[in-house]
């Protein structure tokens, strides 16, 4: 709980790919339904974007960070409400990250299933890097820096944060005392998993996207070749959709979609759908889609016609999370019988208060 008395969330999306409509449901919408009740500390992972290297070598991982800040706002994230940041900006992530990669055992990373997915996506002659590895840890110190209450975010994530939890109390008894929170998940329920278009066993995903034309809508698609996305879309052999038997995975993935984007519930899809042959099912999705698609676009190049506007955000941001994040770093730092790190950084003022000085 904040000094203002209201729960705080922390929540992030990487650097890599190009943002989907599964990150927007599983997750930034979400943020944005709950932002006028949490406190909400929404970040970009630069610094996570980096464990894939062959991935992002040659590209300006800034200006990718600045697109998805901007992008949040787009899908009606109110800077007001929220602060919002990239990770590099606050370098107590990194400094909190390397304490969270000494208390967490190889054994509970090598168990991390984005490890083990995302090392044969990289499929690189060297192997996979040691950050790939300890990405988890990092991604404890992003949320475990800030006391969050709740992480939103979609299914693939709650291993992360299952781990994150057991990595707060393994420093809190390894070093003694309360120094972290042990925070919870946040879940859409369903809309926490969507699946790939083209194939509606697999999540749907940024690295795959990158790769397979028709696995994913992207936000910032074109809506008429989001429609033909969807259209495209795999669903089953049957003529019509049933509700007789179990929905094959790629019918109750568009229904799903449908469902998140317009607040319905799966009994009035039932009431709408039984008996309709997939095209109708196909075609309401694409509208759908291609609306919400075409309203966040507008935004989208409001907030990036006004760059000045943008970085004015994002320092701002940066000073308000490093405000939190030098108190906790300076308390992480003193349970592991360090001293409190420097009172300046990067030329930023040091922003704890007089008791966490060094
Ligand atoms: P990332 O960038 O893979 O995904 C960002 C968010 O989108 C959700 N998501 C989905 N939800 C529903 N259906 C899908 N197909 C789908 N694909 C992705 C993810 O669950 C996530 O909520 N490790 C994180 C980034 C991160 C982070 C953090 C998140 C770094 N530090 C601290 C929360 C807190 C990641 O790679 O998410």
């Not at 007789?244 to 009431?271: F, K, Q, Y």
């Not at 930023?348 to 060094?358: C, E, I, N, V």
Request: charged share 25%.
């Amino acid at each position: 709980m904040t000094s203002a008395g209201r729960k705080r969330v922390l929540s992030g999306i990487t650097a890599t790919g190009r943002l989907h409509i599964g990150n927007y449901i599983g997750a930034i919408s979400l943020w944005a339904d709950n932002q006028d009740q949490y406190e909400n500390f929404l970040f970009v992972a630069d610094l996570h974007a980096l464990t894939i290297p062959e991935v992002v070598a040659g590209e300006s991982l800034r200006a990718r960070a600045e697109e998805i800040i901007a992008l949040y706002i787009a899908c009606g994230i109110d800077p007001d409400l929220s602060t919002l940041f990239v990770q590099s900006d606050v370098p107590e992530h990194a400094q909190l990250g390397w304490l969270m990669i000494c208390a967490t055992p190889v054994s509970w990373l090598e168990r991390s299933t984005q490890f083990k997915t995302k090392g044969k996506i990289a499929d690189v002659d060297a192997g996979v890097g040691a950050g790939l590895l300890c990405y988890p840890a990092l991604q404890a110190a992003d949320i475990l820096m800030y006391d969050a209450d709740y992480v939103p975010v979609g299914e693939d994530q709650h291993q992360h944060v299952e781990m994150t939890r057991d990595i707060a109390r393994r420093f809190n008894s390894l070093f003694g005392g309360t120094t972290f929170k042990v925070p919870d998940v946040l879940a859409r329920g369903p809309g926490s998993r969507i699946m790939g278009l083209d194939d509606p066993t697999a999540k749907m995903s940024k690295s795959v996207a990158a790769r397979q034309p028709g696995h994913a809508v992207a936000l910032l698609d074109p809506p008429d070749r989001a429609r033909k996305a969807i259209m495209r879309a795999v669903t089953d052999s049957q003529p019509a959709v049933s509700f007789d038997a179990p929905l094959a995975p790629g019918v109750d993935n568009l229904l799903t979609i449908l469902e998140c984007l317009t607040g319905t519930t799966r009994a009035h899809s039932r009431e709408r759908f039984d008996g309709a042959r997939y095209g109708a099912l196909k075609d309401a999705v694409a509208d759908v889609v291609a609306e919400r698609l075409t309203g966040i676009q507008a935004r989208y190049r409001e907030i990036t016609d006004d760059r000045p506007r943008l970085a004015r955000l994002l320092t701002q941001g940066a000073e308000r999370a490093r405000a939190i994040a030098a108190r906790k770093l300076a308390q992480a730092y003193r349970a592991c019988g360090l001293r409190s790190p420097a009172r300046h950084y990067h030329g930023l003022p040091f922003a704890g208060s007089a008791k966490d000085r060094p």
